[in-house]
Structure formats: structure tokens, C-alpha cells
Nanobody, 121 residues
Framework: QVHLVESGGGLVQPGGSLRLSCAAS????????MRWYRQAPGKQRELVAT???????NYADSVKGRFSISRDNANNMVYLQMNSLKPEDTAVYLC???????????????WGQGTQVTVSS
């Protein structure tokens, strides 16, 4: 199994920045794609950003130009740099990965528990 643990959330004022980190551990043969999602109270989970093993990235329109996803393949880490934060960015941010635990397994999706980001003055 692949375990994902997020860190870096907190309270920040509008216009501020935060950097989220996600560490993948456990049985990992290959991680194809790593993702950041967010879920605000009463709203559906939203895909925020993705990055493939070859560093191809994709962003939700709501965060383009403000958020940046990056990964450290050697250490199985993924990061989300969030700038110019707005109150509407307030949510639980969850890390996700599409990975193979071993060379004989199919790809599966894994999730972390999430970290709270609150943007408020």
C-alpha cells in the first residue's frame, strides 16, 4: 500500500502564501501521477493540480497563475506552492497519487488525510 501524509496547512491572511507538502511512503514501485485536491464544507471535492512523473502539470482554472505544483521523484514528495491566496481557497487540501505498489500490481489511486488551509483576515 501507498501512504500519503500532507503537511503545511494553516491560517493565512488574504494575499498570503503557503506551501503544502505530501510525502509518499510504504510499498511503492512507481508513482505515475501526483495530485492535489481540495474540499470545502458543503462543496464537492475539486481537483486543484496534477503532475506526472515526467513533470507535465495541469491546474484548475480557479488557481492558474497563483498555485504551482512540483515533485521530488527521488524522495516521493509533491508540493503545492500557493500564492495570492483568497478566502475562497479555504478548504481541506488532500494529496493523491496514482501508483503501483509493486511491478505486478495494477495502478490504483491513493489518498492522504488532508490538511486544513484557512484564508481569513
Amino acid at each position: 500500500q501507498v501512504h500519503l501524509v500532507e503537511s503545511g496547512g494553516g491560517l493565512v491572511q488574504p494575499g498570503g502564501s503557503l506551501r503544502l507538502s505530501c510525502a509518499a511512503s510504504g510499498s511503492i514501485y512507481y508513482i505515475y501521477e501526483m495530485r492535489w485536491y481540495r474540499q470545502a464544507p458543503g462543496k464537492q471535492r475539486e481537483l486543484v493540480a496534477t503532475i506526472t512523473s515526467s513533470d507535465l502539470t495541469n491546474y484548475a482554472d480557479s488557481v492558474k497563475g497563483r498555485f504551482s505544483i512540483s515533485r521530488d521523484n527521488a524522495n516521493n514528495m509533491v508540493y503545492l506552492q500557493m500564492n495570492s491566496l483568497k478566502p475562497e481557497d479555504t478548504a481541506v487540501y488532500l494529496c493523491g497519487a496514482r501508483a503501483k505498489p509493486s511491478r505486478w500490481d495494477d495502478y490504483a489511486d491513493y489518498w492522504g488525510q488532508g490538511t486544513q488551509v484557512t484564508v481569513s483576515s
